[in-house]
């Protein structure tokens, strides 16, 4: 029975979802602000916006790989492509990096947010200091970004699309401080929407569900935790630029992930069966 369900369920998603009217010439020229730029989804979104022809700036932790993934979109056909290194985890940072684009591009069009901070995965103590470096670069930093960026895209009725996770949609174990920045990024996004609505202010926000987004990083995050896989880089790097150029609400990648997070609000027995089936949790050993 619970299989029927999901088929139906999913044949209905996959109706839904078949057309949604992308258009790649409207990101040629666009002026985009990319985050987290990292191996994986992070690295993927840059490329996909080069070969669209999209002006970029690009930022990360690391400079040296930020160099590597700078020359690569240029010979993809990138115009124009600028990076600047930085830690969210400072909390003057997010503003100066919002600024060196406005500086760089004239203005933005895209604000899209794709940095993480990941606490090892079924890490037992949850010490305030962890907890807050969490918040900081998992949404405070979205938050000072979304307020220094937010005029530049008011005046050119822009996008902001903000990459999060199923964490944030429906808690699991061993994972709440993470899981909590999680959840206030979909909060807080959630309210601006409506109140630019209510302001008449077009912006359009698209919310991302992904999986696991780096592979290395998600591999030993998770590792004796779950058995899951990380997303497709390319795959789920292509469906957020969709969703964002289309100016979708949200976006949900793989499209399964839609499914559960109803699950969290009605069917709590098939919830629980469902998160276990996906993420296939185990007991963490002590810390």
């Known amino acids: 029975m619970k299989v029927l369900l999901l088929t139906g369920l999913g044949a209905l998603f996959f109706a839904y979802y078949w057309d949604d009217n992308f258009d790649p010439a409207s990101l040629q020229g666009a ?3 990319l985050t987290g730029v990292n191996a994986g989804v992070g690295e993927e979104l ?6 669209l022809g999209s002006h970029l700036v690009l930022t990360a932790h690391t400079e040296a790989f930020l160099q590597q993934v700078v020359g690569n979109c240029r010979k993809l056909g990138a115009p124009k492509v600028f990076y600047i290194a930085a830690d969210m985890a400072s909390p003057e940072v997010p503003e100066r990096v919002v600024q060196f684009a406005l500086d760089k591009l004239g203005g933005l ?7 993480l901070g990941a606490a090892p995965a079924g890490m037992r103590v949850r010490s305030s200091q962890s907890t807050r470096w969490l918040m900081q670069v998992n949404f405070l930093s979205y938050v000072q970004l979304t307020s ?5 895209l008011t ?4 996008s902001l699309v903000v990459v999060s996770s199923l964490l944030g949609r429906v808690p699991t174990s061993f994972s709440s401080p993470y899981s909590a920045a999680k ?4 909060s807080f996004f959630s309210s601006l929407r409506r109140e630019l609505d209510v302001q008449e202010v077009n912006v359009a926000i698209t919310m991302c569900v992904l999986g696991l987004r780096d592979r290395a990083s998600a591999a030993e995050g998770v590792r004796g935790i779950t058995r899951v896989k990380a997303t497709p880089g390319p795959k789920a790097a292509l469906a957020v630029i969709r969703g964002g150029a289309t100016r979708a609400s949200g976006v949900f990648y793989p499209w399964r992930f839609h499914l559960l997070c109803l ?12 998160v276990r089936q996906e ?9």
Do not use: E, Q
Not at 148 to 152: E, G, I, K, T, V
Not at 263 to 274: C, E, G, K, V, Y
Not at 279 to 287: D, E, F, G, S, V
């Open 183 to 186: 959840f206030a990024l979909d």
């Open 148 to 152: 220094s960026a937010l005029p530049s």
């Open 31 to 33: 002026r985009v602000l």
């Open 46 to 51: 840059a490329y996909h916006y080069a070969r």
């Open 109 to 115: 069009d895209y604000l899209v947010l794709n940095h």
């Open 263 to 274: 699950l969290r609000s009605w069917m709590p027995h098939s919830r629980a069966w469902f």
């Open 155 to 158: 005046d050119s009725k822009g």
């Open 279 to 287: 993420l296939n949790i185990t007991t963490p050993p002590a810390a």
